[in-house]
């Protein structure tokens, strides 16, 4: 069917939206000029898809725009949405688990008393063989009988907060990396499984919630989306906040960066789980998973969202894995027993 004026004005808007997408997702090439731009992908994504409902039920030929992105940049997409798939695998291997556990509510986030009793119950049930916590709480930290070796180190003047790997197995040459001028940091051990070594990394880079009023986090995010969307957007024009969120992405190239020096001397195979305090599209990732692969990418679904932002879904934690590591199975869990969501993944050496 032809277009009228209108439908040649909306065309035209979703072209460019379109063009955008493709543009900041890195289809055309790694696109770090205005890095506050890839926050937004997953808006200019739900836009686009509204755009592509609208014509296919209107029965118009612009549909194909949404298509053609779909084809020219399919990996791309699959870091912000995985299909399904219909091979179920009941594989065993090593079961890693990253969660940020927010201190276990020390300061009440979520109005329940026995969140840390929650979380224990869920890792109890979950039965995972290596476990990363970020935010860990020595003092509110259930006491987890099931992993009698861990590693621990404190990144916060009390000596009481920090990264724990939590393991069943046997854990050495266990380490600390530093970030510069940073609360945050990275933590390691090596373990044996089976016949092989294996590094498991717990990395936590900076964070956007520096204050509490100049960070996005601060965003309720139990409106509905329009007003989320307003908030989140009107929050980024903001002078400040975008000074604030362009220096924490400098950062955290400079945390990653740091995190690779120390990587380029290890011999094992490699496991990293990290809170990026960033999404898929970011320099950060792009410079992280240089050479890994990205295990939600690889056996994950749906938006596998970890964190929210005015209803708007995020993926900033990650499982990342050497490619020479197959992903059996990986699994987002939609539990509320902290800011973030768990993730974990099977993988077979």
Known sequence: ?????????LMLINLILIFAQMLI???????????LLNILVP??????????????????????????????????WLLLYKF????????????????????FNSYNWIDLDDIPNQIESFILKEDPDIICFQEFSVEKSPEF???KHRYFQSLTKNGDNGLVILSKYPLYHSGFIKFE???????????KYKNDSIRIYNLHFESL???SNDSIKTIDYNKNIKQGLDQLVNRIRQSESRKH??????????????????ERKNENLSIICTDLNNNAFSKPYKLLTSNYNDSFVQKGTGFGTTYKISSIPFRIDFIMVDPRIKVIRFKTYDIKLSDHKPISAVLEL
């Open 84 to 103: 399904p798939s219909n091979k179920i695998s009941t594989s065993n291997g090593l079961k890693v688990m990253s969660f940020n556990v927010r201190l």
């Open 1 to 9: 069917m032809k277009l009228n004026f209108f439908d040649k004005i």
């Open 245 to 262: 969120i362009k220096k924490v992405f400098k950062i955290q190239e400079r945390q990653v960066i740091r995190f690779n020096e120390v």
């Open 25 to 35: 997702m890195g289809i055309f090439g790694d696109f770090h000029l205005f890095p």
């Open 209 to 211: 919630q520096m204050s």
């Open 43 to 76: 808006i200019f994504a739900l836009v686009n898809l509204i755009f592509f409902i609208y014509w296919i039920f209107i029965f118009k030929w612009p549909f194909i725009l949404f298509i053609s992105s779909l084809f020219f940049g399919y990996s791309d």
């Open 145 to 147: 009988l099931n992993y």
């Open 181 to 191: 001028n940073s609360n945050n940091g990275g933590i390691y051990s090596d373990l």
